[in-house]
């Protein structure tokens, strides 16, 4: 059985690290993740495929224990369950969490999934055979704390696998995008690292380091269906919690905020074929040491 980090004995702080948001520099950051990527739940059926190519990627085998971090709908724990695997998942959003349960029970397979912060897993060390995250730990605001995390919960010799965007195609030039128009941070506030850089080989080399061995990069493609790029921007602004953030800032600036859109379709525009929009990523696998 997979660790349960509910109920029974209550383990030391060093095997069960729990964020406390009273030292956490990033709480509100958080607080405000946890609420806005509620938003998300209309968005799964587009990460479904992705999910499949990234459990391949993995190798997952029946019997192995894998955790999902940053689990979002559960996509890839589900997917992981219904090849033979014993899966957790875990994510910072109660609805999402809500959601992979009830797409485990849709499903009808077993899955533990748990509300948590990346950064702070609550699993001892050792525990996962397989630790995986489809677009969800890159968003953890500091990659030193999220990577350390998810290699301590993972076993020698097992695999740490995730799928991140890049900054040069679509996702990551929307990004560039948002932060063009988005509101200054306030002043001496902490900044979280930017979720682009997991798409960086160079970055990604350095923050695994010597912990990991036979690392591996592909490319793939993940096609959103739309029927034009106004769709899509409608679409997404209901849905993606940084841009209905953004949007929601501009209200009062509704010339800022046309040109703001004016912009995004054109992005959109840009990779918009076929009645789909294109979305590169990264996958990236390597062993732990």
Excluded at 70 to 87: F, I, N, P
Aim: charged share 20%; proline share 8%.
């Amino acid at each position: 059985m997979l660790p349960r980090p509910r109920g029974g004995k209550v383990a030391s702080k060093a095997r069960f690290p729990m964020t406390n948001t009273s030292t956490d520099p990033f709480a509100q950051i958080k607080a405000v993740q946890r609420e806005a990527w509620a938003l998300f739940l209309p968005m799964e059926v587009h990460t479904t495929i992705p999910a499949a190519r990234l459990v391949n990627f993995a190798g997952v085998a029946r019997g192995e224990k894998v955790l999902d971090v940053a689990c979002g709908t559960g996509v890839v724990a589900l997917t992981a369950a219904r090849a033979g695997a014993k899966a957790a998942g875990l994510d910072l959003a109660p609805a999402l969490v809500e959601r992979a349960r009830q797409n485990a029970r849709t499903a009808c397979v077993e899955v533990d999934f748990v509300e948590g912060d990346a950064e702070a897993l609550p699993y001892p060390e050792a525990s996962f055979d397989v630790v995986m995250s489809q677009f969800g730990h890159i968003f953890a605001p500091r990659p030193v704390t999220v990577t350390a995390e998810m290699l301590r919960v993972l076993r020698p010799q097992g695999r740490i696998v995730f799928a991140s965007w890049d900054s040069e195609t679509f996702v990551g030039r929307f990004f560039g995008l948002v932060g063009r128009y988005a509101p200054p941070a306030p002043e001496g506030a902490p900044q979280p690292a930017s979720p682009l850089l997991w798409g960086d080989p160079n970055a990604i080399r350095e923050r695994l380091g010597s912990r990991v061995r036979d690392l591996v990069f592909e490319r793939e493609l993940m096609a959103q269906p739309s029927l034009s790029p106004q769709h899509t921007r409608v679409l997404q602004e209901s849905t993606i919690g940084p841009l209905a953030k953004l949007v929601a800032s501009m209200a009062n600036d509704p010339q800022r905020l046309a040109m703001f859109r004016a912009e995004y379709e054109e992005l959109i525009g840009e990779y918009f074929d076929d009645n789909s929009v294109r979305q590169h990523f990264v996958m990236v696998r390597a062993t732990k040491a």
